[in-house]
């Protein structure tokens, strides 16, 4: 009975450093808009970096392998291919404005909450929360509008990939063994030419995967941060009115780290009660 009590009250948290879980979760959402905003941002120099082939040059029959197709699917795949340049390609630095507009506004909600945590009083947490408050908002309607264009883009970016995707091996594959051959036998035209075809299938491959990846990492991180802007326009009103830190227990320090310290803490003591009790 002695040793259900003690273990009681190692797990009652008696004695443990006080944890204020309003900028507790200021601090996390802090992070969280940090992360975001870093993915944002990558995604929207990304397609600073996407390098295309020529227009004229990848929408052809023979670079898309399409000798043998019907003249239905050899109309539809040449309609794909054109509407991938005319929808993203030829757009791609508008394109990228959305992505990096969210992720500095990210930064923005980033920089206020994490202010007004460390700040630590009445006069100005609660300023710089209303600050994070009139961010969430503006960010809310940044990441709201794009939602409506790029699912329609990426199906577009999909069809067009749709026949450089059905030869994605052979496009990795035969881009070393080309060149290998290019280089051996340089006289042979037929080769030659076979290579150059090969070559702007590659990159075409290679610039629309970037552009599929960019699209993918920006569009979910843009998911992720609405409902991260609705979770912290919530908290930021509810530390401004109804639920208020409690500044004068609060201590210096991240409230993250305080836990983790009171986890351990927990941890050691329950396993050092448990030993205790096996020795008995």
Known sequence: RAMAVDVTTVLSGEDFEPVEKQLC???????????????????????????????QDLCRIETLGLQNKTEDTQVFELAACHALYTGAFNILNFISVPFILCGLLAVGSAVFV????????????????????????????AVWVPSLIFPALAATVDAGMAPIHAYWITITVGHYGMRALNTSDSGDEHMQKVTEIEEVLYQGYCAASRLSICLTVGSISMILLFWLYLFDMGRNISAVTCWKPNYNQ???GLQILRIRRMLRKRYRNYMRVKNNTGET
């Open 25 to 55: 979760l200021g601090e996390v959402a802090s992070i969280f808009f940090g992360s975001l905003a870093g993915l944002l941002l990558l995604s929207g120099l990304g397609f600073w970096t996407v390098s295309p082939p020529g227009e």
């Open 114 to 141: 994490a202010r007004g945590v460390f700040a630590r009083n009445e006069e100005d947490t609660p300023r710089f929360f209303k600050f994070a408050a009139v961010v969430d908002f503006a960010g809310l309607l």
């Open 250 to 252: 609060t201590e210096q």
